[in-house]
């Protein structure tokens, strides 16, 4: 008997967290921080800065995990994280030294990114990578990671069996990325009829329609790219590299010089020599002339205080100075981001005017009411550069969904990281379970 408990997530997205026990062996699912509060307000780290994390505990903003935190005597065996995002590692510094956290290679490399450009935390020190699709045991658990695509590279999700019981937790994904035949393989690798099925279900309640394929975006880009007359500049997530790969391929398609900040060079490098990441594009790697990089100031002068400029020297033969970039501003596809505006003017200083060009915005459309991307975006359109919009979401569209519920015919559903879990009955044949306690 596997006794499943959705610790957070079964009524929001963000903030995962799911423990599985079976006799005394216990795992957990994720450790994410949440993205709203309980009465739905937006949720912000900041409002605790200086609690301990048993105050955080104490306080509920911590999943109520006794025997996980670096303060109680562990009695958890292991935790395992899914991907990169907030919502499902943010709470890892709190959890016990001594308990082991399992997560692919390429997570564990972003983790240390962030917390270097960032200043996010560390991942811990008793980290342990898998591989997939090997199985690895953990007391009575026997775990098996599944590769998804999902717009946090090397995403993962991960079936769990004890005593010919198995629960499969999908984690984030999505099938209309790159990477679409990892469900494919996920799909003839895992027996249908698994007991649980733990799914996430982001986009009920968003959009019923099929999202755009990252390929199509790709191919809308280019012709934007092609139509534009003067510079084109990418404002996305520094880590989202399925998208990043989107836009270096429109960029050789209009003959553009694709030119990354610094900290995207530094993800795409680190990334391209994990398992998986071998097919990306970073500034001097052989045959790949058209990719160059640039240095914002802030960047490069934060990097300089952390005592981290080896960094920055690694790019020195590729990089793109703004006199370069000003001299055919119809060469140029730059990556900008809010904080860079100081930059764009010398841009537009050296080349005489940014009219003509054109902004891809490529992330969720909400962001564009926060201060500082209004500003940005202000600034943008100030300049004369056009904005256009151009995004896919990183999770599954319904049909995807139903394909998930219908390939692994589930014995009971379990929604997770949505904010409509009452949607699951009317989209998906099976029995669906929203108590956040079960035992199967
Ligand atoms: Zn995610």
């Known amino acids: 008997m596997i006794k499943l408990l959705i610790q957070r997530g079964s009524h929001e997205i963000g903030g995962s967290c799911v423990e599985l026990a079976f006799n005394d062996s216990r795992i957990i699912l994720d450790v994410g921080m949440p993205l709203v509060n309980p009465d739905g307000s937006q949720f912000n780290m900041r409002e605790y800065e200086g609690l301990s994390g048993e105050e955080l505990f104490d306080k509920q903003v911590l999943p109520q995990v006794n025997g996980l935190y670096a303060w109680q005597k562990p009695s958890v065996n292991a935790v395992l994280i899914s991907h990169a995002h907030m919502d499902h590692h ?19 490399k972003l983790l240390e990114i962030s917390a270097l450009f960032s200043g996010g935390a560390a991942p811990p020190d008793k980290c342990k990578y898998f591989t997939w699709p090997s199985s690895f045991e953990i007391g009575a658990f026997i775990i098996t990671p599944h590769l998804v695509d999902h717009s946090s ?165 590729q990089k793109m100075t703004k006199e370069e970039m000003a001299a055919d501003l119809s060469k140029v596809m ?68 139903q394909q998930m519920v219908n390939t692994l015919k589930p014995r009971k559903l379990i929604p997770i990281h949505t904010f409509n879990p009452e949607e699951y009955d009317r989209l998906f044949n099976c029995p669906v379970i929203t108590e956040s306690q079960l035992v199967i």
């Open 90 to 108: 943010g709470f890892l510094k709190h959890v016990h030294p001594d308990i082991p956290v399992y997560m692919s290679e390429g997570t564990h």
């Open 334 to 401: 730059l990556f900008v981001r809010p904080g860079m505006e100081r930059d764009l003017k010398k841009l537009e200083e050296l080349s005489g005017s940014l009219s003509g060009s054109t902004l891809i915005y490529s992330l969720w459309e909400g962001y564009k009411s926060q201060d500082n991307t209004k500003r940005f975006l202000d600034t943008i359109e100030s300049m004369g550069i056009k904005v256009e919009t151009l995004h896919s979401s990183g999770h599954a569209d319904i049909p995807s969904l």
């Open 153 to 317: 590279f090397s995403s993962f999700a991960f079936e769990i069996e004890a005593e010919g019981k198995r629960v499969f937790y999908s984690g984030d994904f999505r099938t209309h990325g790159y990477i679409g035949n990892a469900i494919k393989a996920l799909y003839e690798n895992v027996q249908p009829e698994v007991d649980a099925l733990i799914m996430e279900g982001t986009m009920l309640g968003r959009s019923d329609e099929s999202a755009q394929t990252e390929k199509d975006l790709s191919e809308e880009s280019a012709e934007i790219c092609k139509q534009t007359e003067k510079a084109v500049f990418i404002y996305q997530a520094g880590q989202n590299i399925s998208r990043a790969v989107s836009f270096f391929k429109a960029a050789l398609q209009s003959h553009r010089l694709f030119i990354p900040d610094v900290y995207t060079a530094y993800v795409l490098d680190v990334l391209c020599h994990c398992p998986g990441g071998d097919k990306l594009p970073y500034p001097g790697k052989p045959g790949f002339d058209n990719v160059r990089v640039w240095y914002p100031n802030r960047i490069t002068r934060m990097l300089d205080r952390k005592g981290q400029m080896d960094i920055a020297h690694r790019y020195t033969s």
